[in-house]
């Protein structure tokens, strides 16, 4: 197992910035995610790790060397794809053995490397069977056996769960959380669904537009988004953001929106919105730290529900708000009808302010 | 409730009939596609058992009252004049064939996988270039050509021809081969190079085996173009013992054009070369174009 | 788009990276210029295709440039072309001031106009026919396509036999359904001989219509059709607004590549008439054929290519445009 670096890492096509100053580190044994919207550069990114893509500029560092001028195969890494790239042609058995023939294994060692990953992953009986006659779940373990076998340095993986069905991805999930756990490997995962990042991941990179926005845990990223960007793409429903207008009244700060309301703050939040350099300020608010109310209350805000949606354990209920959408969790017994008048509380503990400028999160020191 | 179903009913049927109308337009249409197509092969090989005077006859005997190989043996004796010039002729151009086919692929393979998978600069313009030059007809290479070879020291030999045919056959190797490549997963690549590989084994253990049918179909289209082909070989050899089966036939049927039978047997073993191979071969070719040319 | 934010603070290992050999590879690549520079990282990239373009430069390249260059010289018999004279645009002016010239362009186009358009309409008319399955359609598939397969000479001489003055069948056939006192003489009749012969290229030619048009047809999204279907279309109606629409680029590029072949085609009426009865059926490339190498005449047959190619160079224009307008809709797709 290894670290992994990345420093100053760029990658443009033609004129086009797919990849734009990346650096972070991923620690021996840790498992990082790349997560971020389609075409924000992902791909690209684990493509130069792996040297698949010749970098523009900056450097690439595995273990203890620095392989920007090595080939793939000189990389001691593994690489799991998201459409699985099993050679169509070859069996279960002979795609597993791949890897090992072109490192010149003998072969009784292969065999018996083959078979152990087969039996790990609980596919023996499907040894002899051509990818193509295999479901898509099974062809999806056979391309995590054939990155096995290796016993690489890195494992990267693009997107190795978005072509499953939904329960299995769930169930892959965890599987490959265990098989982490079990390896101590080190892994890189590309994934464009935050919830895999979340859930898996010990810190997560978020991209957007060939640049990386965050690196941390996903605990850190949930509870601090640097900007709202990661603010939005990270947690479902996607966090509310509601654009307003601060201003000072006797002695407070308050936030006002076009409608008309006003948002009396915490200290803490005014010393945030007084640091600012704009009045623009967009208020964020997870669905969870916002408080339903269905009748008037001093400090909640009135707003008309708009859609209801139960999913058993809670109810989401969206509302138009100074003509941003905002997402609200509530209990199942609380009835809320469409077009129902309800107000709304906001935890100022627990919400972000952004510049409504620069986006950046707001910060009080 | 009674008229509804009636008039729904009624509908169908008046939809079955539109329908059967024109499966039955199609059949008809096939039935007359099938005899333009058949019937005059079929006189031809009518025709290649027949003796010179039945041949000769009017009205025609539609079935000859002595059907004869005659025709066919005279071809294939090597003891016979003529039979050693056709058994000559026969070796010249299944040797400019095979020669140019497998030139053919070695050129284009290479060459597709590179407009399929780079972007180097000047690619789109490099490969249009190529595609362009199916837009020419051999005539106007003909004199240039005929000067070319005769600096090269080419003129009547196969190499004149092999050279040439080469440049024909390779635009719609390299369009057909190139679709097929397109249609190859570049993960599937990646994920060798990064078990292993290098580049060009890559190529050659994961790619190269997935295109066959691509391949199969540029070799089968190399050969059929290099077997047909006639102004060239017309052109670039003068002498008998070099010629190939359409100059060749056409030298020695032109001395007593009354030999019908001889022409049609000679035309129908001129044919079957080719025709076997394109048969056992034609899937690959109906999906190489459907991958390969129409897929684009 | 959000700013970039560079925060990795936490956990980034001080690592010394060793960057001298990528900077001394990057200081090696010549030129500030993109495009210099573009190439030179791809520098491997063209090995691939210089075989290719080895072979396509020699025998294209270089006879354009010699065809273009004859064409302003009057040169003697026997081609001994170092007794050449430089005579301007004379080889063009005679091309375009004399009668046979006018005459073969008007065959030319009577041939490659007819024998691409019905061409196509047969093959397309079968492929659809064919679309369904049946029995024995693969047989019948086969059988079809074998005119394409044979050689235009043999295909020459087999129809030559047909169209026989004396002997032929279809005259045979017209005589013994009264329909014609005696054979008809089919290629040696100035105004039956151009038909006569466009029918034998179709023969040859249909079949390749019929096999592009097939490919295609394969991909028509049944989906599309079946919503059709649920739509009311009729029969008709789906193939106009459905399979017709989706088969337009493959229909392009098959008239476009019939037309080329047409257009350059010279074995039928070689073979067959050798551009007789008095011109009747020269065509451009049998007419430049026999003054080349028939009458020797180098200068005029090198004039006479270089406007063919002028006009297959419009050809070509329309050509790449097809073709690339496959190549923008296998990006969408
Ligand atoms: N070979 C290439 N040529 C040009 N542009 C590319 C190439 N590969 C990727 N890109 C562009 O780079 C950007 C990032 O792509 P990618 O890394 O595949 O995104 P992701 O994996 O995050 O969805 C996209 O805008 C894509 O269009
Ligand atoms: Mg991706």
Redesign the interface.
Known sequence: MAHVVLKDLVKTYGGFKAVNDVSLTVNDGEFVALVGPSGCGKTTTLNLVAGLVPITSGDIVIGDRVVNDLDPKDRDIAMVFQNYALYPQKSVYKNLAFPLQMRKLPRDEIDKKVKEAARVLDMTHLLERKPRELSGGQQQRVALGRALVRDPAVFLMDEPLSNLDAKLRVQMRSELKRFHQDLKATIIYVTHDQLEAVTMADRMAVMNGGYLQQYDSPAQVFAHPVNMFVASFIGSPAMSLIPLEASAANGDTVLTSAEGWSLKLSRLNARKVQRATTKKVVLGARHSTIKLHKSEVSSAIPAKAFTVEPTGDVTFVQAFLSGAIVNISVSPNIAVAPDEQIWLEFDQERMHLFDGETEMALKAD | MSTIAETASRGQTR?RM??DG??WA??I??VF??L???L??I??LI?SIKSGFA??????QWWPDEPTLASYQKLLDPQNSVGQDFLRFFWNSLFVSTVTTILSV???V??A???SR?????RNF?F?????????????????????MRVLGLMNTHGSLI??Y??FG?PLA?WLLKGFY?NI?V??E?????????RF?AFIM?VM??STPGIIATAIYSF?GA??E??YAY?FLSKNDQLT??VG??RF?SENTTD?PG??AA??M??VP??VL??IL?RY??RA??EG???? | MAPPVRSDEQGHATVTIVTGKAEARRRLQPGRSGTLRKIWEHRADYAYVLPAIAVMLMVIAYPIYYTIELSFFKTPPGLQLRDKTFIGFDNYTAILTSQVFWKVTWNTLIWTLGSTFISFVLGFATALALHRDFIGRGVLRAILIIPWVISAVAASYIWKWIYHSDFGIIGAVLVGLGLADRPPNFIDNVSTVLPSLIVVNIWREFPFAMIMMMAGLQTVPDQLLRAAKVDGASAWQRFWHVTFPHLRNVSVVTMLLLAVANFNSFIIPWIMTGGGPSNASHIWITHIYELAFGRQRWGVASAYSVLLFLILMTLGYFYVRALSGNERNEGSA
């Open positions: 939809r539109r329908v024109w499966r199609g059949r249409f096939l596609m099938l333009y197509t058949a005059p092969m006189w031809m025709t041949a000769t006859q009017f009205p025609p070695i050129v284009a290479p060459a996988y590179a407009f780079f972007s180097f600069p000047g490099l249009f270039a190529v595609l362009l030059r199916n837009m020419f007809p051999a005539v106007i290479f003909l004199v240039p050509l005929f000067i070319l050279l040439t080469l440049t390779l390299i397109d997963p993960q599937l990646q994920a060798a190079r990064i078990d292993g590989a290098t084994q994961i085996p997935l059929i077997w047909n006639y102004i052109t089966l359409p036939i056409q049927f019908f022409l049609m035309s129908f001129m044919s080719v025709v394109f048969l034609q070719f109906v174009l459907t040319a129409v897929k684009h």
